[in-house]
């Protein structure tokens, strides 16, 4: 007890005092395996913990559950665990999901800090707030992993895709494909995710900073569809039933409810930006010659498993860039192959980019969601 | 005296019973069991929902409901991450103006229940959109500037909040020693609820609130304050909420208005009730009961962090333990000489 008060004390000084504490060191690049940690951008600093010797134990807190995406999330984390590859480096591997409350999302890492967790990947319910755990982390030289929905901040390690960039492409594909058609103004139906977290953020930025910049004069509705096929599929009919008829369509989730309420309202097909849903591209696989050209871009559940990596590897010493970039896996509606990057045969509502060669994260979407709960135990 | 304390109390008996036993368990399993650091961390994940669960409390003590708390909670955090900081006076300025904020927005629900004439529910249910729009206006994206120091000293011991601001001999005056340990977060809580609670339970007004729920008409004739009790009770419940909001916002140093989070914290706040005892029907409860199970809510979630439990089975298994936690509690009913009892 008295030691830890010391330690307190010690800690408590250090932030007031703005001096340097316990944690990573920033280091020179390179870092580890940089095809699959390939840092953000060219200055990205890179983060050197000290080594520790295996095996680790790891915890993954996530928060809202109930979606597929997150379900098969934790599948792909739980089924990386054992993975042959990474298996001897675990000691153990523990999951909680604690909803959208960022209290019990703070107390779960700092109880795992506690209880002497060597790295914690997580999924942050808001991009700010987390100023304690972090400070509690390197006062104890554990490694915090955000990924997905990622802190603003550059004090800890973070995993994520381009979320401006996926955003950017998404529009930048649907006015090519406008242009094509002569169209260079209009009216686009914009499907958000879920309010308030940084993904939905900057995807809609970038689709906005792309529209902005092309100088045509669109129109863009705005719906909140929460990353949900119901939802989606609902707003989009309520959009369609309310402003007639749009030129071109981005949805950032939830997709295959975005087109089957096309379908359904008889309205024309029309340029779409999605996500990476199987029931997504089969639409577009089917209907791309009547003009349901799309673009699909995911946001792989698969993250989860570079972000584990990423902790081993900096556990082990490896210095680590500050902002790993996971590539976009991009398929338009030319690139799509039944059996390789859509599956006919399943069902649609599972998550088709899973596995990332180059980080020998080799767990695919339809292995991971044909298992029945009981197999991936 | 314990014996007739039992009597009357019995749902809030069960509660703290419930409550240790899981409290002590959970430490005894944990591999830092009954330090410091796991008490400082376990309060400082309550302190939120425990003051929303006292502040949905009140108007359920008199039969309302206010589906309002979780939402008013947003709205306070909101205004707090843009309020509270800069010099001392201006972070008392700020926190001083959340916390009027969310007494005002408490008392307008009680002007619109009593004079309006609307059904609490409804009218909570309203107003508690109007709170999420408020706060999406003030916090459009989530962010903010909370006082760093203030968030230290306020989330954990007592030694480090007199260490931060230099109180006592910097936290080793020898009169402070037999505090260090015990977290701020717990005293500001328990403190509020009692500083607060007990002394306005004991006044006319007070009593009329669970003379309400017990018996409306018959509080009427005898001539009860009726209209100056509900809106008191919907007062204090913005203001337990704005406590809330206002600690939340210190904690995570940032206020996001997330509307799913309020919806959250409204649902469970009533589930803290019923587990601490007070009936959902009015009449009989309280508000440090309900602090009681909102602590028993927390506890069961801690421990899937040190047990090994399947996560996608967690939601089912802290469903069927809350149920099973409720069910016990109304073991009365098997206990009661006449039947007619079940329907007050």
């Known amino acids: ?377 | 005296m314990i014996g007739r304390w039992l009597a009357g109390n019995r749902g809030f008996a069960v509660a703290i019973a419930l409550f240790a036993v899981l409290f002590v368990t959970y430490n005894l399993m944990h591999t830092r069991g009954f330090s410091t650091a796991v008490l400082v961390q376990n309060a400082n994940e309550s302190v939120a929902i425990g003051f929303v669960a006292m502040a949905q409390t009140v108007p359920v003590l008199m039969g309302g409901l206010d589906l309002s708390v979780g939402a008013v909670m947003t709205l306070s955090a909101c205004i707090a991450s843009v309020m509270v900081n800069g010099t001392m006076g201006e972070i008392v300025f700020g926190a001083f103006v959340t916390l009027l904020a969310g007494t005002s927005f408490g008392f307008m629900n009680g002007l619109l229940v009593v004079y309006g004439r609307i059904q609490a529910i409804i009218a909570t249910l309203a107003t508690g959109a109007i709170a999420i729009g408020l706060a999406l206006l003030i916090r459009p994206e989530p962010g903010g500037d909370v006082d760093g120091d203030l968030g230290w000293a306020l989330t954990n011991t007592v030694w480090d909040f007199a260490d931060t601001y230099g109180l006592a001999q910097g936290g080793e005056a020898a009169w402070l020693q037999p505090f260090i340990n015990i977290p701020v977060p717990l005293i500001l809580q328990f403190g509020i609820a009692c500083l607060v609670w007990l002394p306005i339970k004991r006044t006319v007004t007070g009593m009329t609130i669970y003379a309400i729920g017990s018996a409306e008409g018959a509080a009427f004739v005898s001539g009860l304050p009726i209209n100056r009790a509900k809106i008191l009770a919907y007062t204090l419940s913005g203001f337990f909420a704005s406590c809330g909001g206002l600690y939340l916002a210190i904690q995570t140093s940032s206020g996001n208005a997330d509307m799913v989070q309020a919806g959250a914290y409204t649902l469970n706040s009533i589930a803290a009730v019923v587990l601490g005892g007070t009936a959902l029907l009015g009449g009989s409860g309280g508000v440090i009961a309900s602090l009681v199970g909102a602590l028993i809510l927390r506890v069961i979630s801690f421990y899937f962090r040190i047990l090994d439990i399947d996560p996608l089975l967690q939601p089912l298994i802290e469903g069927l333990v809350l149920l099973a936690a409720v069910s016990f509690g109304a073991g009365r009913t098997f206990s009661i000489r006449n039947r007619l009892e079940l329907f007050r």
């Open chain 1, 1 to 377: 007890m008295k030691n830890y008060l010391v330690g307190a004390a010690f800690l408590a000084s250090t932030i007031l005092g703005g001096a340097a504490f316990a944690g990573p060191t920033i280091v020179a690049g390179p870092g580890a395996d940089p095809t699959c940690f390939a840092p953000w951008s060219p200055d990205i600093k890179y983060m050197q913990w000290p080594a520790k010797t295996g095996p680790f134990k790891i915890a993954l807190v996530n928060g809202f559950v109930g979606n597929t995406w997150r379900i098969q999330m934790v599948k792909t984390a739980k089924a990386y665990a054992e993975d042959p590859a990474i298996k001897d480096k675990i000691a153990e591997f523990k999951v909680v999901s604690t909803g959208t409350d960022a209290p019990a999302q703070l107390g779960a890492i700092e109880d795992f800090i506690n209880q002497g967790y060597d790295a914690i990947v997580t999924i942050a319910v808001s991009p700010d707030g987390f100023d304690r755990v972090i400070k509690l982390a390197d006062k104890n030289d554990v490694v915090l992993v955000p990924f997905d929905n990622v802190l603003d901040t550059d004090a800890v390690m973070q995993v994520n895709e381009d979320q401006l960039a996926m955003g950017r492409t998404w529009a930048e594909f649907v006015l090519k494909e406008l242009a094509a058609a002569g169209k260079t103004s209009g009216k686009l139906l914009e499907v958000r995710g879920l309010a308030g977290n940084s993904v939905d953020r900057d995807r809609s930025l970038g689709i906005h900073e792309v529209l902005d910049a092309s100088g045509g004069a669109w129109e863009v509705v705005q719906v909140v569809g929460n990353w949900d096929d119901g939802t989606a599929q609902k707003v989009t009919a309520d959009a369609i039933a309310v402003n007639g008829q749009f030129d071109g369509i981005m949805a950032q989730g939830g997709t295959t409810g975005v087109v089957q309420a096309l379908m359904d309202a008889g309205h024309p097909m029309v340029p779409i930006a999605g996500e990476s849903e199987n029931g997504f591209r089969k639409l577009v696989a089917a209907h791309s010659a009547d003009g349901l050209k799309g673009i699909s871009i995911g946001q792989s559940p698969g993250l989860v498993a570079i972000a584990m990596k990423a902790a081993i590897s900096a556990l082990e010493g490896n210095p680590m860039p500050q902002l790993i970039s996971v590539p976009l896996p991009i398929a338009d509606y030319n690139q799509l192959q039944d059996g390789a990057n859509y599956w006919s045969d399943l069902p649609d509502n599972f998550f088709t980019v899973n596995e990332f060669p180059p980080c020998g994260v080799n767990v695919s979407g339809p292995a991971i969601m044909a298992q029945s709960e009981a197999n991936t135990n």
